[in-house]
C-alpha cells in the first residue's frame, strides 16, 4: 500500500492533474534523475530500500540525522520500470528445471566475483540487468524485456558462470554495452533482503567466444566440478578451490587476460585436479579436467625462462608405441579415465592400474621432483619395452634457459606452479629451432646426450640408422647420491664411446660440472632441449664422424 499511494502522490508532484502537462518541479528535477546533474532538490521522495542512500535517518548526514534526499523522478521511473519485468514473467509464465518460474535475466546464483560473498550466504536469483547507450522506445525495451532470458547455444543461461560465457557472444546485436549484476541476500531473518552491487561486465565490441569458459565447459566439466562442490559432506578445501575458479572467471571476463592472469588460473587449474585425483570420493563424483587447448599455452607465454622449462616439460612424450604425456604422472590415473590421459593407452592391458604403476607425483622440492619424475620415466621405457627414451617434447629450450636452471634456483616456484596445469594443455609444438647463444659446462653436456632420444641423435648424425645408445649403468643414482657426480660423468663418457660417439676428452682429462650441484645437473636432464640446442652440444663435445676412433674402448 505505501509504495502505491507515495507512487500516487509523486505523479501528482510532477504532473499537473487538470492540464496533464508537467509541473515546474518535474522539469527541474528530470536532468538529475537522468543525467546526474546537480540539483536542489526542492522537494525530496523516499523509495524505502530500494534506494537505502536516500532514505534519510540517523548518521546520513554531516549532522545527526537527515530527512530523505531522494528525487521524485527516479521514485517514478523506478516503478514503471518494475511493469517491464512483471509484464514478461506474466507472458512467459515458464518454469525453469527446477521448477521455479523464470524472469528476465535472473539467473541461479554464483557466490563469486566482486565484493566479500560468504560460502554460507543465502541468495535469491541474481539479476543480470543490460544498459545500452543509444536511445531506446518503450516498445522496444519491452520486447527486450518479454525475451528476457540470455541463451547458451540452445539452452538458457541458468547460472552467472552461464552469463559469462552468453555475454561473451551477445555481441553489439542487441545495442547492449554492458551488464549490471545484482546479488539479493537474506538478512535479519527470513522474508528480509537486501541488494548489493557484483560488478559490471561489458559486451564484447564484436562476438567472441569465451575461451576459458569454453575449454572448462567441456563435456559439462565445470557444471559438474560446481555441482559436486555443492554436495553434502564435500571437504571444504574444495569449497575454497571453487570460489578461487569462479572469482578468476568474473575477473577475466570481457577482455583478453594477460600472461600472468593466464598463468595463475593455469596454475589452480593444476591444484584443482590435483585435489580431484587425490579423492576417491571426487573421482567417482567428476571426470578428470578436459584437456585444454593450445591457445592456453599461447596466452601464458611471457617469454621467461621459466615459462619456457615449464613448457617444455609439459611437453614430454612417449615413444610412438606407447605416448607417455607428463599428465599421466603428476595425478593419479583411475582406470577409465586413462585413455583421456595417455593416447593409446590400451597398450598397458586391460587393467592398466594393476600393471604398472604410472603416477608418480611431484612432491619435495622442485629438483627432487623432476628427479624422481626421470627415473620413474626411464623405468616405464624399460618396463614397457621403448624402443626409444621417453624423453621427446614438442617444445624445448635454448641453451642459455638450461644454463640459468643450473646455475640458480631462482625460478624453480614458477617453474613448479606452472607444470601441472601446462600438463592439462595441449601444448603446440615448437617453430623454433635454434640453439640460442648460452652455454652450459662441457660434463653437463656429456651427461644430457647420454639421455638424448635416439631418434634426434641420429637425425643429427651422431648415430646410424640402426643404432642405440643404452642407458649408463647408474649415472642417475651417481648424480642423485649428491657427491659422486665425477663417477656419473666418467659414466656418461664411457657410455658415449662405446656406442661410437667418440667425445673429445680422453679418460685423463674429464670435465667436471662446475661448482652445479649434481642434484641440479640431473634434475635438468629432463628438461627437453630445442633440435639446435642438442646440435650445439654434440659439436661441443664429440669428435665429427671422420674424427671417431676406430675402437670404442676406452
Partial sequence: MDFSINHIGYLLDLIDANSDEPTPLAKRLIANALYGDTQFLESSANIGFLDALATGGVNMTNGFDASASGNIWS????????????SATTKRHESSATGKPTFPFAVSPVLAGEGSIGANESPR??????TWHAPASIMELSRLFSEGRTTLGKNIAQNGIDMLQALSLLGVDRGITAFERYGIYERRGQGTYVTAHLGRYRVP??????WIIGDLGKDYWLQRFRSFT?????ANHFLVLRKQLEDKLFVLSGYEPRPPE???ILALLGEIQSALASSNKARESVDPLPRLSEQWVQRANDKTPAFRIARALAGLRGGDTFPLPLRAQLFPNHPRYLNKWIDDANNLGNDPANRIRIYTGAAGS???ALRNLLARRLLLAEKLEMKDKPLQSLAGVALEDIAAFLQNDSMDRRIASLLPGLSLCDIPRDVDHTGGDGSVPAAFALLKLCLTPDSILRSLGALGQDEHLPLPVGMLAQLGSGHKSER???????????SGLNPVFSRNDLPSLDGIRPERAAAALLI???YGAYDRLARSVLKKSSEKADSPAA
Avoid: D, Y
Fill in 366 to 368: 622442485l629438483p627432487h
Fill in 230 to 234: 555443492q554436495g553434502k559432506g564435500v
Fill in 125 to 130: 536469483p541474481e539479476l543480470w540487468l543490460p
Fill in 488 to 498: 656419473a660423468v666418467e659414466a656418461a663418457w664411457r657410455r658415449l664411446r662405446a
Fill in 528 to 530: 627437453p632441449l630445442r
Fill in 205 to 210: 565490441e564484436a562476438q567472441s567466444k569465451n
Fill in 75 to 86: 521514485c517514478i521511473l523506478t516503478m514503471e520500470g518494475t511493469v517491464l519485468f512483471a
Fill in 262 to 264: 593466464v598463468q595463475a
